[in-house]
């Protein structure tokens, strides 16, 4: 993805506010340049593509230059990288930008239209890429790497960039952001359907351009959303067959619904594509991901998730950090790991999380409005401190009674579509493309469409995504899923929709002899004793507790204490060894992000 940074000046523009946005731009570049990948090109590109607007861009390596302007339209991308195509389709229509044919793919856009000055910048849903932005005294600031508005607010310094507090509280509750607010104080970010609008001096909050909806009618058959599902993911895979280009791409594939829709989209097309599974030989992953890589006739690698630079937890961590461009991962406990794991610039990976036509959030289709809320509130951390968490569950309790859905169910796709299938995802995406070129086909807008026409029962049941999977790679449906049945299938086959190879992927997999020194996958890596110990060890030292600790129960404080004491996990009551590691890893990532030594060094 393109890392861009539109600076739009609000006040009388004359020749030298021109000039002395170009040399702040200049300095933001200065102190971005530690935090740009090995897969950018060294030197950005610094363009004024109107009177009042000048933009900094950082191109991907062997990606087109930066658009010159189309007739009174200029516009930068992250994701799909097609500003050209963005620039003539995306029109004013009657006081509203619209989308005169939609520009599908995953991406978010800034579309300057020069002689008017106005300026919009939004972001496809789910937004793996999306819109950040913040203002000073003399100019609007939009990127969609929050570090760089950071950078810009604080000249170009980054000794004086400001970590949020309130975006503290948020990661230690959720992982990820839920109110808009980022990682840097003063730096928001856009949520899904909404466009930030910058005209005259003014900022305004405008709905998104319209036009990216599917034909996919509300009263379709179910054929008929699984041809339109299926279409659509031919149609993303083929976007992203053109931008990947001649890039090796590696395809990380487990045993999910997901992994065999990759391999069924992208198998055949004359690509240099490899399958990748982390595990062991016994692990149930690496077992159906070699299968699957095996029937489609991709190179399968097993493989353990390399270890990020560092000699010990925290300058892991910390490397972490400064890759993310200081967005912390949802999953903490990922975050002592390399991330893209290439083998140099110039190469590809491929992913397939939180798709939303499953369902999203929606575990089943039982929900009552009560248990629909507890559904999200329990996604809260129970470590964090009862009065901090008390504003984040009625924060919450107002997003879900202001939802305009049909019932909880939906409600549950909307949150989401809104919070957990972008905004968990934007650390983990701000990662992988330092190093590589990050394609989401299943996070494509044009997917996204289908699956808001879906009905709830299509997604939760799964009866969606079988038939897509039936329609793109039938002999998918052949191999067994990862440990359980397609949910549809749950009471036995479906005369009308399980096809041809309901016996065989109910087969079960052929048994392993057990090998010596073999090693449960929870007690590995980040889920082992010693790991949880070292944590809270270093968690009680650290310079920088005395700020998390007013945020964290008081149970939780003597659990990490007691731990960090007696070299062995004290739980708090009720608590798992799983939920209390995992916790420990957010909780020690929130205290080295905020103590800020990887932005400083």
Same mark, same amino acid.
């Given at each position: 993805?393109?890392?861009?940074?539109?600076?739009?000046?609000?006040?009388?523009?004359?020749?030298?506010?021109?000039?002395?946005?170009?040399?702040?731009?200049?300095?933001?570049?200065?102190?971005?340049? %530690?935090?740009?990948?090995?897969?950018?090109?060294?030197?950005?590109?610094?363009?004024?593509?109107?009177?009042?607007?000048?933009?900094?861009?950082?191109?991907?390596?062997?990606?087109?230059?930066?658009?010159?302007?189309?007739?009174?339209?200029?516009?930068v991308m992250a994701g799909a990288e097609d500003a050209a195509d963005l620039a003539?389709?995306?029109?004013?229509?009657?006081?509203?930008?619209?989308?005169?044919?939609?520009?599908?793919? *995953?991406?978010?856009?800034?579309?300057?239209?020069?002689?008017?000055?106005?300026?919009?910048?939004?972001?496809?849903?789910?937004?793996?890429?999306?819109? *950040?932005?913040?203002?000073d005294g003399r100019q609007v600031y939009l990127s969609n790497r929050p570090l760089l508005v950071a950078l810009a607010l604080a000249g170009g310094r980054r000794d004086a960039v400001a970590l949020s507090p309130a975006y503290l509280a948020e990661y230690l509750s959720f992982g990820y952001s839920m109110t808009g607010q980022s990682p840097f104080e003063n730096v928001r970010v856009l949520p899904v359907d909404r466009a930030v609008q910058v005209h005259d001096g003014r900022v305004t909050d405008v709905d998104a351009p319209a036009g990216l909806t599917h034909p996919l009618s509300a009263d379709h058959t179910p054929e008929e959303g699984a041809d339109a599902l299926a279409d659509a993911m031919r149609a993303s895979a083929?976007?992203?067959?053109?931008?990947?280009?001649?890039?090796?791409?590696?395809?990380?594939?487990?045993?999910g619904a997901d992994s065999r829709l990759l391999i069924g989209l992208m198998r055949g097309r004359g690509m240099s594509i490899?399958?990748?599974?982390?595990?062991?030989?016994?692990?149930?992953?690496?077992?159906? $991901?070699?299968?699957?890589?095996?029937?489609? $006739?991709?190179?399968?690698?097993?493989?353990?998730?390399?270890?990020?630079?560092?000699d010990d937890v925290t300058e892991q961590l910390s490397a972490t950090l400064r890759r993310s461009r200081g967005v912390p991962p949802s999953e903490a406990h990922t975050g002592r790991y390399l991330g893209a794991d290439v083998g140099g610039p110039g190469e590809a990976v491929m992913l397939g999380n939180w798709?939303?036509?499953?369902?999203?959030?929606?575990?089943?289709?039982?929900?009552?409005?009560?248990?629909?809320?507890?559904?999200?509130?329990?996604?809260?951390?129970?470590?964090?401190?009862? $009065?901090?968490?008390? $504003? *984040?569950?009625?924060?919450?309790?107002?997003?879900?009674?202001t939802q305009p859905a049909n019932n909880p169910v939906e409600s549950m796709y909307l949150f989401a579509r809104q919070f957990r299938s972008g905004r968990w995802m934007q650390g983990h995406i701000s990662l992988y493309s330092a190093d590589a070129m990050v394609a989401y086909p299943l996070g494509d807008a044009e997917?996204?469409?289908?699956?808001?026409?879906?009905?709830?029962?299509?997604?939760?049941?799964?009866?969606?995504?079988?038939?897509?999977?039936?329609?793109?790679?039938?002999?998918?449906?052949?191999?067994?899923?990862?440990?359980?049945?397609?949910?549809?299938?749950?009471?036995?086959?479906?005369?009308?929709?399980?096809g041809d190879h309901y016996e065989d992927r109910m087969r079960p997999l052929p048994p392993l002899e057990p090998r010596a020194g073999h090693v449960p996958a929870a007690e590995r890596g980040e889920h082992s004793?010693?790991?949880?110990?070292?944590?809270?060890?270093?968690?009680?030292?650290?310079?920088?507790?005395?700020?998390?600790?007013?945020?964290?129960?008081?149970?939780?404080?003597?659990?990490?204490?007691?731990?960090?004491?007696?070299?062995?996990?004290?739980?708090?009551?009720?608590? %798992?060894?799983?939920?209390?590691r995992k916790t420990l890893w957010r909780i020690r990532t929130a205290d080295l992000w905020f103590g800020a030594s990887w932005l400083r060094g």
């Open positions: 993805m393109t890392d861009f940074l539109v600076a739009v000046r609000t006040s009388r523009v004359e020749e030298q506010d021109r000039a002395a946005t170009g040399r702040l731009l200049e300095s933001v570049a200065r102190g971005y340049a %530690s935090f740009v990948g090995m897969d950018y090109e060294p030197e950005p590109a610094l363009v004024h593509p109107s009177a009042s607007t000048s933009a900094l861009v950082f191109a991907r390596r062997g990606t087109e230059p930066v658009l010159p302007a189309r007739g009174d339209r200029w516009a003539d389709a995306v029109r004013l229509r009657a006081g509203r930008l619209v989308y005169e044919r939609p520009v599908w793919g *995953h991406y978010a856009a800034v579309l300057v239209e020069r002689w008017t000055g106005r300026v919009t910048a939004w972001n496809t849903v789910p937004a793996f890429e999306a819109v *950040h932005w913040g203002q083929d976007r992203v067959e053109r931008r990947v280009g001649d890039r090796p791409l590696q395809l990380r594939v487990s045993g490899s399958t990748l599974t982390y595990g062991q030989d016994h692990d149930l992953d690496v077992r159906l $991901g070699r299968i699957l890589s095996e029937s489609a $006739g991709l190179p399968f690698r097993m493989s353990t998730p390399p270890l990020a630079p560092g798709p939303l036509f499953k369902g999203g959030a929606a575990k089943s289709l039982r929900y009552t409005q009560e248990s629909a809320q507890e559904a999200m509130l329990s996604s809260a951390s129970g470590a964090v401190r009862p $009065g901090v968490r008390a $504003g *984040h569950d009625a924060w919450l309790r107002d997003w879900f009674r997917v996204t469409a289908v699956a808001d026409v879906l009905a709830m029962a299509e997604k939760v049941s799964y009866r969606a995504a079988f038939g897509a999977l039936a329609r793109v790679w039938p002999e998918g449906t052949a191999i067994p899923l990862d440990g359980k049945p397609w949910k549809f299938e749950l009471a036995g086959p479906d005369p009308s929709w399980s004793g010693a790991a949880a110990a070292e944590l809270a060890s270093d968690i009680v030292r650290s310079e920088g507790f005395g700020a998390l600790a007013p945020l964290l129960a008081e149970e939780w404080l003597r659990a990490i204490g007691a731990t960090a004491e007696s070299g062995s996990a004290a739980l708090p009551a009720g608590v %798992s060894m799983r939920e209390f």
